[in-house]
């Protein structure tokens, strides 16, 4: 009888070793990225990805730099980039800090010194740049210009490690830069519900859900994100979903000890 329920024992005992193999790899496949890519060494075709540089809007704060071939003369206007205007978010540590630059006023108007009033509302910061070139030229000789945004806030909200604004350096900024720079999702975080908050240049509030399991989000036009975008990553139902596959899974493992201790009592007692 002993032998019996040896082998029975030992013909559940494998089916219950997949059994908990396969819970492991449901529970860690929800947490991958990207999830319809294959698993090869080949390159694979993602599409293209729509990029629209971001354009300015009242309320910008903008670095404005001037440099010419005679010395010292666009002094005046490039010492106003280290002017602080307004507190902003540091793009690593999350503390805050100041953005410094030129304040689009609610006309969309610039001011700067010696130039005057420029308007730049409505244009991407490449337009902005011919446009206070032209201005430049009436002043300077040869001038070189460059402007571009002080103060692109992100904010990414919900399940990632370190929720907070961030005002970033550049603006080519992806879902997953925004998610990288929170600190990545904590495994609570639902994949394949990333929601993207954004106010249009005309007032408009939108939102779309993007699911990052799929390789087909680099195509969305929600990708890279527009300055004060908010980015928030639902948790999974109600956190218990995670819990319970834990707890089951730790059952399992413990119910799978204790059933290989009685076979091998069993084996060694004859």
């Known amino acids: 009888m002993i032998k019996k329920s040896n082998l029975k024992m030992g013909m559940y005992f494998p089916f219950l070793i997949v059994a908990i193999l396969l819970n492991s790899c449901t529970t860690a496949s929800k947490l991958k990225y990207f999830q319809d890519l294959p698993e090869n060494n080949k390159v694979t075709d993602l599409g293209d990805s729509h990029f ?3 354009v300015v809007q009242p309320d910008d704060i903008l670095s404005i730099n001037v440099n010419t071939t005679e010395a010292d003369a666009g002094q005046i206007i490039n010492a106003r980039n280290g002017v602080n205007l307004v507190a902003g978010i540091n793009s690593s540590t999350g503390s805050v800090g100041v953005s410094s630059g030129y304040l689009v006023d609610k006309d969309g108007f610039v001011e700067v010194p010696i130039l005057g009033k420029v308007q730049l509302a409505g244009l991407t910061t490449t337009k902005a740049k011919e446009v206070v070139r032209t201005s430049a030229k009436k002043y300077f000789k040869d001038p070189i210009v460059d402007v ?17 604004s961030y005002v970033l350096p550049n603006q080519q900024v992806t879902v997953l830069d925004a998610i990288g720079y929170a600190g990545d999702m904590t495994i609570y975080g639902k994949r394949n519900n990333v929601l993207i908050m954004r106010k249009t240049s005309d007032g408009k509030n939108q ?10 989000v680099v ?12 980015v928030y990553v639902e948790p999974r139902r109600a956190r218990q979903d995670t819990n319970t596959e834990n707890s089951v899974l730790k059952y399992i493992t413990v119910a799978a000890t204790v059933l290989t201790a009685i076979v091998l009592l069993h084996r060694y007692s004859l």
Do not use: H, W
Not at 148 to 164: C, D, M
Not at 207 to 216: G, W
Not at 219 to 230: A, I, M, R, T
């Open 52 to 54: 629209t540089e971001p």
């Open 148 to 164: 571009r945004f002080s103060n692109f806030k992100i904010t990414v909200l919900g399940e990632v490690n370190r929720p907070a």
């Open 207 to 216: 939102s779309i859900t993007l699911d990052m399991t799929k390789k087909e």
């Open 219 to 230: 195509n969305s036009p929600y990708y890279y994100l527009k300055q004060n975008d908010v």
